[in-house]
């Protein structure tokens, strides 16, 4: 991953942005409208940027999916071929502007446009994932967008500062903890979650949410097989599936113990990112719990979302 630092700023994010690239109460009534302000705004102090091709860029973006990382908040962001510095632009809106379709539409009242040199992989997803991770509190973006003046912005971020490590760490690209279980939950608990959620795998977790293992959906299915009937070529045995039903009937006296694995992919949460890249390239699992110092699980990365995240997002 890029070293963040390589423009020679302190790390914090607001040495990325200064005054003359920030529009307080715009008045723009479309997410179209306020990307072409940021964007202008962007060029303006860019002389040499193109702006039509960064638009183009940008909306080529936005068009696979709406870049709401949080309620409120925006991140229309692209990667730019030839670029040498990281450039960012940020507006508020008091009253909101629409993101996405008209059936999934969401008010965002704060955006923020980044454009990434394209050989920085890693600068990109670092500022992407600490703007994120900074703008969780809601309080924040609700308090920036009330601002009435650049000057009170650049005050706000002179008050929260959004300080960037010199590389990306694993907690940066962390999804908060989905489903969880206890060992003694039942079976049948477990699979009501696999049912409400996308979930493949679901940590087990002690009281402490210390990780104790896994239960995946292919260690239920393996459940309650007759001994070896896989290995054979005839299947003829179990073509009603009934070994199923049986389970389904006990599955309510089946602890999650007795079906999990008890040895799953963890990282520490301070270790560098990249050491996602060797979990995900030498193991077999497309989903890493990342745990704490202790032991105890602070979320997950998706293989997908990760390489979202550093290949096309």
Known sequence: MGNVNRAGTSGKFQ??????????????ASAAAIINELVDR???NNPTLDRDSVKKAVFERES??????????????ARIAGLQELIVALATSKEGVAFGGADDSETVRVAVLVLAPADNPGLHLHVVSALAREFSDLEKIDQLSELTSVDEVVKFFGVVPMRLSEYLKVGDVTSGV????LPND???????????TNAEQIPVIDE????????????ILSCNLPEGVLEQDDLSAIYDFRPYANMLKKSGDIQVSEVM????????????AVQLLKSFVNTPVNEVLVVDKDQRLRGMVALKN????????
Request: net charge negative; glycine share 6%; aromatic share 8%.
């Open 42 to 44: 962007a060029a303006d």
């Open 261 to 272: 694995e008890k040895s799953c992919v963890t990282v520490n949460e301070d270790e560098f």
């Open 178 to 181: 989905g489903p969880v279980v």
């Open 208 to 219: 402490n949410g210390g990780v104790l293992g896994i239960v995946t959906l292919k260690n």
């Open 64 to 77: 696979i999916f709406p870049t709401v990382i949080a309620p409120g908040l925006a991140m229309p962001h």
């Open 306 to 313: 990760f390489c979202a995240k550093l290949l096309w997002d």
């Open 15 to 28: 040495d990325f942005l200064n005054s003359s690239a920030i529009i307080c109460q715009s008045r723009a």
């Open 186 to 196: 039942s079976l049948a608990f477990a699979l009501r979650k696999f049912a409400e």
